[in-house]
T-cell receptor, first 114, second 115 residues
Framework: AQSVSQHNHHVILSEAASLELGCNYS??????LFWYVQYPGQHLQLLLK??????LVKGIKGFEAEFIKSKFSFNLRKPSVQWSDTAEYFC????????????FGQGTELSVKP | DVKVTQSSRYLVKRTGEKVFLECVQD?????MFWYRQDPGLGLRLIYF???????EKGDIPEGYSVSREKKERFSLILESASTNQTSMYLC??????????????FGDGTRLSIL
């Protein structure tokens, strides 16, 4: 069965620190990849997505992610975090033969200290 | 802007009750989804629907059913609520795409407590 694994359950950083959140998936075919963010008290919203082409994708608020097919990974990065980035981050994978279904990782809670 | 509206933010019910959670989207999306979100487990798919009157089981359908009588509305039903169904429930919708790469749009969630 397909699965998505986020290695870090809770990450605590100081403002201006660099961020990298890991995401690995298990599926050998063509995939679409997503990162969603859930700010405290708000609904999940799309941060960025990868469908094809350049494996380095840029999203909103200075986030980017790199798809490394050989490693089945789609790690999220940001060079310098802000207090307002405090949120829970979810990686999700959709396989092209699975319709619109998404498989989500367990989530990573990011706390940024001012 | 896409709007996915869930009928309640907070709901408290008793064991054995039949519970209805409602979700409405205003973007004419074909796909609609129900998830539950639990700490450390992420989002798990309960049921989804590609069209009116169509439904497919997700990863954890036991104890739940759904109804989609109109395109914009997708209801989740707990037939006989149990305490292990206490959770945050999220509804989402998306366009149907040939390559299934359409992002999902989420509602604010319903925090359901079963006593």
């Amino acid at each position: 069965a397909q699965s998505v694994s986020q290695h870090n359950h809770h990450v605590i950083l100081s403002e201006a620190a660099s961020l990298e959140l890991g995401c690995n998936y298990s599926y050998g075919g063509t995939v679409n990849l997503f990162w969603y963010v859930q700010y405290p008290g708000q609904h999940l919203q799309l941060l960025l997505k990868y469908f094809s082409g350049d494996p380095l994708v840029k999203g909103i608020k200075g986030f980017e992610a790199e798809f490394i097919k050989s490693k089945f990974s789609f790690n999220l990065r940001k060079p310098s975090v802000q207090w307002s980035d405090t949120a829970e981050y979810f990686c999700a994978v959709n396989a092209n033969n699975q319709g619109g279904k998404l498989i989500f990782g367990q989530g990573t809670e990011l706390s940024v200290k001012p | 802007d896409v709007k996915v509206t869930q009928s309640s933010r907070y709901l408290v019910k008793r064991t054995g009750e039949k519970v209805f959670l409602e979700c409405v989207q205003d973007m004419d999306h074909e796909n609609m989804f129900w998830y539950r979100q639990d700490p450390g487990l992420g989002l798990r798919l309960i049921y989804f629907s590609y069209d009116v009157k169509m439904k497919e089981k997700g990863d954890i359908p036991e104890g739940y059913s759904v109804s989609r009588e109109k395109k914009e509305r997708f209801s989740l039903i707990l037939e006989s609520a149990s305490t292990n169904q206490t959770s945050m429930y999220l509804c989402a919708s998306s366009f149907w795409g040939v390559e299934a790469n359409q992002p999902q749009h989420f509602g604010d969630g319903t925090r359901l407590s079963i006593l």
